[in-house]
């Protein structure tokens, strides 16, 4: 366990956004770094490794009730995120993770501030909560599109100069606050290339299996693709901080996006280290005493059956 935990981390560390730096992507994380591995069969095994080792901590993380993780899941279209929750939760008991994908918000949603329905899904203590794309696509695609801050129904104030900073200050807050309370905010860009884009989408086109996964808006928003990264830049730089870091998952290769996000969300399960809790000296008693009824029950119904 402590190699892999060692392994975990030194995969991790490049990958990670330094809290206040200024960054600019697609300069500085190559979409398609495999940390070495040039193997796909043996990233898979030490995926099999985390997953496991991800089964024992959740295990855990529910039996203690007292943290809740928050796996936040970013990247353009045709990043992965859908097949890298998949794989990477493939181990785990599905009754204590909630993946939830957020669709354009509702008149409801937009009757309220922008961070509303994401605090509303937040995991419970002793959960994995994962939101595949989330409070994020407030400072990108509203970003990217400003007309969609029309919708929001926002006073003049808070539209005036400087909403994008105002936006990256108050989700820092957020988020600090949820640390501060017992979740664990885990933040993973997945950092697709543009012509890998392209062969993932012709997939989508030429695959009859696929072809569901294409909408022909996708193109449309493709040719936004200098001001998408501009906006994940500004939200790299502006929102990675010490209690929140993100980190830069290089996606041209599914195999080891999966393995890279694993191994991140592996290392704040490690940090947090839950434990089974401790019975007290009553209920030890009372469980030697079960104890002992159960086996004199077994004992009868073996001599009963001749066993």
Known sequence: MRRDLRYAHQLVEPLRVPA????????????????????KSEASTRLAEFVSL?????????????????????????????????????????????????????????????????????PERGRIGIFNRSHYEEVLVVRVHPELLDAQRLPAAARSGGVWTRRYREINEWEHYLVENGIRVVKVFLNLSKAEQARRFIKRIDEPEKNWKFAPGDIRE??????????????????????????????????????ATAAILLGTLAEIDPRYPDVDADTRTAMAAARAELMEEVARSETASGR
């Open 54 to 122: 991800l089964a024992d901590y959740q295990e855990r993380l529910a039996a203690e009730n007292t943290f809740g993780v928050l796996l936040v899941l970013q990247g353009i279209d045709a990043a992965g995120k859908d097949s890298t929750i998949k794989h990477v939760m493939s181990g785990i008991n599905p009754e204590g993770v909630t993946v939830h994908n957020f669709k354009p918000p509702s008149e409801e949603d937009l009757d309220h501030d922008f961070l509303w329905r994401y605090q509303r899904a937040l």
């Open 20 to 39: 206040g730096e200024a960054i600019e992507v697609s300069r500085q994380f190559d979409p398609g770094y495999t940390d070495g591995l040039t193997s």
């Open 222 to 259: 493709r040719e936004r693709w200098d001001d998408y990264q501009q906006a994940f830049d500004a939200m790299l730089s502006h929102t990675s901080t010490e209690w929140a870091p993100w980190h830069v998952v290089p996606a041209d290769h599914k195999w080891f996006a999966r393995l």
